[in-house]
């Protein structure tokens, strides 16, 4: 199938097209350069997320992917281009306004971005802080009702005999779900999930993805999640979206589309044209999302 073949219809915000309700994440001809121009990530991407839609992104690292998903949360300004999310234009908050909209955004990382001397309930318990006052040092500190409501998000994610353990002493794959469980706690209506099984193997991604998309449709979270695991999206995502050097090739349903097509959006382009890869961003990695800002 050629690159054309791949693209989506000219203004179509959703694979289905048609007439849909207000798009809970709305993007417009964002672009986003870095070194005075010279390196374009984003090159006029234009798409929106319906309310509970599961959309994966796919794409070649330095697709643009992270840069997106950052935009989204905020952590990027764009060149050029809107975003919006739950009716608020992310790239116009500042300060307060945008603190508070983060609180409503999930961000699940590559890293975990766990506090490796804390238990797990401790790191679950800090996706909460968005809705506190003042620090928190310790299980103790937090209301019962948040402890309890903590310690069910980790029985969720398969972690409840886990919860008094010290994040570093589990695996990658365990941390990984007391990432989730503490991305539940922050009761998000939006989850952004960065490559979240790039660094465990294939068994553990599988059993990480099941628990994160499982939670999220229970809950009826819209999810949007980057992965270089073709199989896994097919599996899982309601939609997929393709990016190569920073533009959309492909925006289809994933129920019949075939393998085939989805690992054509990682054909290499030529070198000259591919933007800097994602992890060469300048950015910053907060805790938690709640906290970001």
Same mark, same amino acid.
Not at 50 to 76: A, Q, Y
Not at 253 to 258: E, I, T
């Given at each position: 199938?050629?690159?054309?073949?791949?693209?989506?219809?000219?203004g179509?915000?959703?694979?289905?097209?048609?007439?849909?309700?207000?798009?809970?994440?709305?993007?417009?001809?964002?672009?986003?350069?870095?070194?005075?121009?010279?390196?374009?990530?984003?090159?006029?991407?234009?798409?929106?997320?319906?309310?509970?839609?599961?959309?994966?992104?796919?794409?070649?690292?330095?697709?643009?992917?992270?840069?997106?998903?950052?935009h989204?949360?905020?952590?990027?300004?764009?060149?050029s281009?809107?975003?919006?999310?739950?009716?608020q234009?992310?790239?116009?908050?500042?300060?307060?306004? $945008?603190?508070?909209?983060? +609180?409503?955004? !999930?961000?699940?990382?590559q890293?975990?971005? &766990?506090?490796? @001397? %804390?238990?797990? *309930?401790?790191?679950?318990?800090?996706?909460?802080?968005?809705?506190?006052?003042?620090?928190?040092?310790?299980?103790?500190?937090?209301p019962?009702?948040?402890?309890?409501?903590?310690?069910?998000?980790?029985?969720?994610?398969?972690?409840?005999?886990?919860?008094?353990?010290?994040?570093?002493?589990?695996?990658?794959?365990?941390?990984?779900?007391?990432?989730?469980?503490r991305?539940?706690?922050?009761?998000?209506?939006?989850?952004?999930?960065?490559?979240?099984?790039?660094?465990?193997?294939?068994?553990?991604?599988?059993?990480?993805?099941?628990?994160?998309?499982?939670?999220?449709?229970?809950?009826?979270?819209?999810?949007?999640?980057?992965l270089?695991?073709v199989?896994?999206? $097919?599996?899982?995502?309601? +939609?997929?979206? !393709?990016?190569?050097?920073?533009?959309?090739? &492909?925006?289809? @349903? %994933?129920?019949? *589309?075939?393998?085939?097509?989805?690992?054509?959006?990682?054909?290499?382009?030529?070198?000259?044209?591919?933007?800097?890869?994602?992890?060469?961003?300048?950015?910053?990695?907060?805790?938690?999302?709640?906290?970001?800002g």
């Amino acid at each position: 199938m050629t690159t054309e073949a791949l693209q989506p219809s000219p203004g179509s915000g959703t694979a289905s097209g048609g007439a849909d309700p207000a798009p809970v994440v709305r993007v417009r001809d964002l672009v986003r350069e870095f070194d005075d121009g010279r390196v374009k990530a984003l090159r006029g991407v234009t798409f929106d997320v319906p309310s509970g839609e599961l959309l994966v992104l796919i794409g070649l690292s330095g697709s643009g992917k992270s840069t997106l998903l950052r935009h989204i949360n905020g952590l990027v300004t764009p060149t050029s281009g809107e975003v919006e999310v739950l009716g608020q234009r992310v790239d116009q908050l500042k300060g307060g306004d $945008l603190r508070a909209l983060r +609180r409503r955004v !999930g961000f699940i990382f590559q890293q975990f971005h &766990l506090v490796g @001397r %804390a238990t797990a *309930l401790e790191n679950v318990l800090t996706g909460a802080l968005g809705r506190l006052r003042g620090p928190r040092y310790g299980v103790l500190t937090y209301p019962n009702r948040m402890r309890r409501e903590a310690f069910e998000q980790l029985d969720r994610v398969g972690l409840a005999d886990q919860a008094f353990q010290r994040a570093d002493t589990l695996s990658g794959g365990q941390q990984q779900r007391v990432a989730i469980a503490r991305t539940l706690f922050q009761q998000p209506e939006v989850v952004l999930a960065d490559e979240p099984v790039a660094s465990l193997d294939p068994e553990s991604s599988h059993a990480v993805m099941e628990v994160l998309f499982s939670v999220c449709q229970e809950d009826g979270l819209t999810v949007l999640c980057s992965l270089h695991q073709v199989d896994l999206a $097919l599996g899982w995502a309601d +939609r997929m979206i !393709g990016l190569r050097a920073g533009e959309i090739v &492909l925006d289809q @349903r %994933a129920k019949g *589309l075939s393998d085939a097509d989805a690992r054509n959006v990682y054909r290499r382009v030529d070198p000259g044209t591919a933007p800097a890869e994602d992890d060469a961003e300048p950015t910053h990695a907060p805790q938690t999302s709640a906290e970001a800002g």
